[in-house]
Structures are given as structure tokens and as C-alpha cells.
Nanobody, 120 residues
């Protein structure tokens, strides 16, 4: 099992910045990919960004060039730097971790979510 705890959400004006953090505990050695997803009211959860243990990143089209995902110790912490925030970035942001379990395959774990509100 992997447990994820997010922090760093809050309210910001359009054009502002926030940094989200996610710390994993438990079977962190099994984690192959960590990432961020978001869900706005009435909408489906969507990809924000992911990063592999090797450092390969992938971004959703709506955040490319504005958000940066990083994983400084390649093990149990992931950050999401969000710049040039827009009102449409308002959502609950969820940290995710894909853990490779022998004989089972990939398990995706989720954090509890942190609210990001962009409003003037």
C-alpha cells in the first residue's frame, strides 16, 4: 500500500502562482509514476501532469508551458509548480502514484485532494 498526502492548495488571483506538494509513504519503492490530476465541479477528472521514476514527464494540453512537475528525490515526493493560473484551473487537485506489485501489476493510489481556486 502507498499513502499520499497533498499540501499547498489555496486561493490565488488570475496570473498568480501556487506550488503543490505530495509526499508518499508506505511501499514507495514500488512507485513507478507519480502525477497530478484535477476535477472541477461537474467535470470528469483529467490529467494535469505525470513523471516517471526516470524523470520522463507528460502534461495535459491545457497546462503545457504553465505548470511544471518535478520529483526531486525520485522516490516519495512530487511537486507541481503552477504559474500563470487561470480561473479555469480551479479544481480539486489529486496526487497519484502508480505502484508495481509483483503478481498483481499496477495499482494506482490517490491522495485526498487539495482545493485550488483561481479568482479575482
Amino acid at each position: 500500500q502507498v499513502q499520499l498526502v497533498e499540501s499547498g492548495g489555496g486561493s490565488v488571483q488570475p496570473g498568480g502562482s501556487l506550488r503543490l506538494s505530495c509526499v508518499a509513504s508506505g511501499r514507495v519503492f514500488s512507485i513507478r509514476v507519480m502525477g497530478w490530476y484535477r476535477q472541477a465541479p461537474g467535470k470528469q477528472r483529467e490529467l494535469v501532469a505525470t513523471i516517471t521514476v526516470g524523470g520522463t514527464t507528460n502534461y495535459g494540453d491545457s497546462v503545457k508551458g504553465r505548470f511544471t512537475i518535478s520529483r526531486p528525490n525520485a522516490l516519495n515526493t512530487v511537486y507541481l509548480q503552477m504559474n500563470s493560473l487561470k480561473p479555469e484551473d480551479t479544481a480539486v487537485y489529486y496526487c497519484s502514484a502508480d505502484g508495481l506489485e509483483a503478481g498483481v501489476g499496477i495499482n494506482r493510489y490517490w491522495g485526498q485532494g487539495t482545493q485550488v481556486t483561481v479568482s479575482s
